[in-house]
């Protein structure tokens, strides 16, 4: 079998590069041309959030989109969703997708192979599409060694080591994975409130609370909507607040579903920490809503994660995953030192208070 990373990391992002593998962005786009701008892109399983940084002015730039994962809206729509968001950004900082110097795509998904190819055709060579779980690993660490936990609708794992060795654990979807994630919290809670209803599992407050959050008349007319409508996974993923909840208040199985998912992604987090061989104390950064449950969720993931690494530093990122994209691209185009991730954050919070 195949033992290879799942995700490679491109050279021109990896934490440290010698001058033989190409060296910066600048070097390839025609040596002493000074890069004004460059651009960031999220794209998720629900929206998409491009990011240009005017290197000039200081100046950072928004422009938004659709669902850019691929397994959910297919290729096409998914393409247009990222080309969408990059040209509003581009418009607003007063430039193009040509005069974009550099730009990193983190887009979701099980493969992005068919979206690269799709922007290779619509953009310049110098666009880098990599996986999302890239970008939320750059946005947890500064783009260095360390591991970024995502889990909102969905769910992934990826590191890189102090030798550059990157490893990816889940992102399999919500067929086959998303351990851990609002997605994976919201079907449980509907399968632990069947369960109630049947009488083959305990009783949880969950029942009564799914029903009345998909506006259901019972719980077991809730289960024809997951065949019939059916529900979206972010639809499903939605009701892991009220899980969360109702785990605060004491709710046995809702607390016992969030010791689950906590073991889950652990488990992933694990398998990455151990395949980069990192040690001692590096970041790992948890992004995405389903950390807004709390200590529900981090107390247990921290505590499984010191089992293996006591000096593993977990917190929640506060800054958007875009702002590792940007990072990135920054590293791409060789100017990694001008823009620091302090300035970025404040930035990028800025835009999106407008």
Request: net charge negative; aromatic share 6%; glycine share 14%.
């Amino acid at each position: 079998m195949n033992r290879d990373p799942l995700v490679q990391l491109p050279a021109a992002l990896a934490p440290t590069r010698p001058a033989s593998e190409g060296g910066s962005a600048q070097g390839r786009r025609g040596g002493s041309e000074q890069p004004r701008f460059i651009m960031g892109i999220d794209g998720g399983a629900t929206k998409t959030l491009a990011a240009v940084l005017d290197l000039q002015s200081g100046q950072l730039h928004l422009g938004h989109g659709g669902p850019s994962n691929q397994d959910a809206v297919g290729v096409h729509a998914a393409t247009n969703a990222l080309l969408q968001a990059a040209d509003e950004a581009a418009e607003l900082a007063g430039t193009n997708r040509q005069g974009l110097h550099t730009a990193v795509l983190a887009v979701a998904g099980t493969d992005t192979h068919a979206v690269e190819a799709q922007v290779r055709t619509y953009c310049p060579a110098e666009w880098i599409v990599v996986n999302d779980v890239v970008g939320a690993w750059a946005t947890a660490t500064g783009a260095e060694p360390g591991v970024g936990v995502i889990s909102g609708t969905g769910s992934n794992v990826f590191g890189v080591g102090p030798n550059g060795r990157a490893w990816r654990a889940g992102g399999w979807g919500h067929i086959l994975g998303d351990e851990g994630s609002g997605y994976w919290f919201g079907l449980e809670s509907i399968r632990a409130a069947l369960r109630d209803r049947e009488g083959s599992g305990p009783q949880t407050a969950l029942s009564d609370a799914a029903a009345e959050f998909f506006g259901a008349p019972s719980v077991e007319a809730l289960a024809p909507l997951l065949y019939t409508k059916p529900l979206s996974k972010s639809e499903i993923a939605a009701f892991a607040i009220e899980t969360a909840r109702i785990a605060e208040q004491g709710d046995a199985v809702a607390r016992a579903l969030y010791e689950d998912g906590a073991a889950r992604l652990s488990g992933q987090i694990v398998a990455v920490i151990r395949q980069t061989e990192l040690s001692g104390a590096f970041p790992v950064g948890l992004i995405g809503s389903a950390f807004k449950a709390g200590e529900i969720f981090v107390g247990p993931l921290t505590r499984a994660v010191h089992a293996i690494a006591p000096a593993a530093q977990l917190a929640c990122v506060e800054m958007a995953p875009v702002g590792g994209c940007v990072l990135l691209a920054a590293r791409a185009s060789g100017t990694d030192r001008a823009v620091a991730q302090e300035d970025l954050e404040r930035l990028i919070d800025g835009a999106l208070a407008r």
